[in-house]
């Protein structure tokens, strides 16, 4: 029943120095999925540039924010009762890199299309997918995927309610009502719960197995909320540090990018932060009370929006700020100190950290720049599965085939090939596919 166990036996070379979190960082680091990261949208379209953040240098980062906000608990509260249970810097970075496997081309919008073609067979949730990747398809054991230790796997598990308990069953995927010779999903309808998928209950009856039955049923408890899916509340404590991480990384870098690549105007910056900011601003003035004689607000607009060397600046000063400002919260109902503690971002600071994440859904996501290209890659995607769907001894490759024959004909395991891919991978194939132009047997996928 320990942390450190695996779910498939596994036993270190004599003269191997590595502990447990150093072999599971290895494995994730020299996993295939890690290596498909490269090639997998964070916001913008691939090929657009090459500044921009990836799925895998986004991950990357994760991990190594993860790190610093679990050093930095270590010495901000050397006496709180959890500072002994902090994860080693190879558990936490092993948590951090691969938060982000389950995802499919083309991010979300590939999430929803997912969703909507496994809506009669268990549903898709990229977090969902992360746990299955990890705990089954990877290949560094014969049964049990990358065979992780149980406490990296209950870090992975950031949602720890199954699909079927939180799906609301009048929330049915479905294409968009008016068209009549396009077929246009319903975003809302099909986007998913955050959850795990059915098909891996027995995972997480393992990676649970420590947990008194009173914690178990209130770790995996969730929100019914009407007229949306049920919403899950808890995480262990290193999944926590993984999850504040995630937003400051999405929060600082991504607004970035989205500055570096002139997507954001300083003026629309200005508008969305003004007067949002104050706790940012006071470390500003307190920390550098030479630079900005008066207005420390322009001053740090001039950082952000002036040259690459002054934005690089204020974004390390920005994420700074918000990795200082991570704290414990403590769960009394939990007996399992793994639960009993997570960590946040205090509230003066998360509440600027939402603002810039606001901003950045607003102004970049949600452009019509971006979601032409996200309606595009939804559209792909579904006609991909579709056509494998349709004909799975003609189209599907054979070692994926042999997996469907196996298994009786399981629609996840279309669902595993299409979410594996890569953006240019699903452009590929789907070119192949269905473009006129006359294809061949040496093109490469």
């Known amino acids: ?26 494995r994730v680091i020299h996993s295939a999925a890690f290596r498909r990261l490269q090639g997998k949208t964070q916001i913008l379209n691939l090929g657009d540039s090459d500044f921009y953040r990836t799925r895998l240098t986004h991950s990357l980062e994760v991990a190594q924010i993860s790190g610093g906000i ?14 002994t249970l902090l994860p080693d810097r190879g558990t936490i970075h092993s948590i951090g890199c691969t938060h982000d496997f389950g995802h499919p081309p083309f991010g979300h919008g590939g999430e929803i299309a997912l969703n909507y073609c496994m809506r ?66 319903d975003g809302k309808a099909c986007k998913p719960p955050k959850c795990y998928h059915d098909s891996e209950q027995d995972i997480v009856d393992w990676v649970l197995a420590p947990l008194s039955i009173e ?15 049920g919403r899950s509340v808890h995480k262990s404590l290193d999944c926590s540090i993984m999850d504040a991480a995630d937003d400051i990384a999405y929060g600082v870098h991504d607004l970035e990018d989205a500055i570096a690549l002139n997507l954001v105007t300083r003026e629309g910056f200005a508008t969305a932060v003004q007067d949002r900011c104050p706790t ?47 704290e414990y919260v403590e ?58 769907q349709a ?26 090939y299409v979410a594996a891919m890569t953006d240019t991978h699903l452009l590929k194939t789907y070119e192949r596919l269905f473009s006129p132009r006359m294809g061949s047997v040496f093109d490469r996928l």
């Open 391 to 416: 004909d799975p001894i003609r189209l599907l490759p054979r070692d994926e085939l042999e997996r469907f024959e196996a298994t009786g004909g399981d629609l996840r395991i279309i669902c595993d």
């Open 120 to 185: 009669e067979a268990g549903g898709f949730e990229g977090n969902g997918q992360t746990l299955r990747i990890l705990g089954r398809l990877e290949h560094f054991s014969a049964n049990t995927g990358a065979n992780l230790t149980r406490r990296t796997m209950l870090g992975v598990l950031k949602y720890p309610v199954a699909f079927s308990a939180v799906n609301n069953p009048s929330i049915t995927p479905a294409l968009l009502d008016g068209p009549t010779t396009l077929k246009i999903l």
């Open 331 to 388: 769960l009394e109902q939990f007996a399992e100190p793994l639960l009993r503690y997570r960590v946040q971002v205090r509230d003066g600071q998360r509440q600027f950290l939402d603002v810039l994440q606001n901003f950045v859904v607003r102004e970049v996501i949600t452009s019509p720049a971006v979601q032409h290209l996200e309606f595009k890659g939804q559209g792909m995607v579904i006609a991909v599965f579709e056509a494998m």
């Open 1 to 26: 029943m320990s942390w450190s166990a695996r779910r498939e036996g596994w036993n270190p070379q004599s003269e191997d120095a590595r502990d447990d979190g150093d072999v599971d960082y290895s």
């Open 215 to 229: 914690d178990r049923e209130a770790f995996q408890s969730f929100l019914p909320q009407p007229g949306k899916h």
């Open 70 to 83: 679990a050093r930095q608990l270590a010495k901000s509260f050397p006496d709180h009762p959890a500072a």
């Open 280 to 326: 940012f601003l006071d470390a500003l003035k307190e920390k550098y009370p030479g630079e900005s004689a008066n207005n420390v607000f322009s001053h740090m607009l001039d950082g952000l929006f002036g040259s690459a060397a002054s934005r690089k600046r204020f974004i390390g000063r920005l994420v700074h700020h918000f990795l200082t400002a991570v």
